[in-house]
Nanobody, 124 residues
Framework: QVQLVESGGGLVQTGDSLTLACATS????????MGWFRQAPGKEREFVSA????????NYADSVKGRFIISRDSVRSTMYLKMNSLQPEDTAVYYC?????????????????WGQGTQVTVSS
């Protein structure tokens, strides 16, 4: 069983930066494709970004492209999301997800494992 634990959320101001982390358990991390999703109150969960198991392929939602950077550290079995130029519309619960299919696409159904989420709030 794969466990995903997010950290790094918090309250920031517009224009600030924040880095989220997703730690995984076990030695399977190297084979997982990892992703970030977010869900704002009253809205559906939406894709933010994903990175394949080698880290050579990344995918971003248009709304975060150029502002967010996804990365992974196989030594620490941890994935990161560096979020720059944060805006109030980025406010949401951010979820870490993983799949063994090698898919970096945006569908939630492609992901086999999910974390509990971490809250990010951007004040205007």
């Amino acid at each position: 069983q794969v466990q995903l634990v997010e950290s790094g959320g918090g309250l920031v101001q517009t224009g600030d930066s924040l880095t989220l982390a997703c730690a995984t358990s076990g030695s399977i991390f190297s084979w997982l494709t990892m992703g970030w999703f977010r869900q704002a109150p009253g809205k559906e969960r939406e894709f933010v970004s994903a990175i394949n198991w080698r880290g050579g392929t990344t995918n971003y939602a248009d709304s975060v492209k150029g502002r967010f950077i996804i990365s992974r550290d196989s030594v620490r079995s941890t994935m990161y999301l560096k979020m720059n130029s944060l805006q109030p519309e980025d406010t949401a619960v951010y979820y870490c997800a993983a799949n063994v299919k090698g898919v970096t696409g945006p569908r939630t159904s492609n992901y086999d494992y999910w974390g509990q989420g971490t809250q990010v709030t951007v004040s205007s």
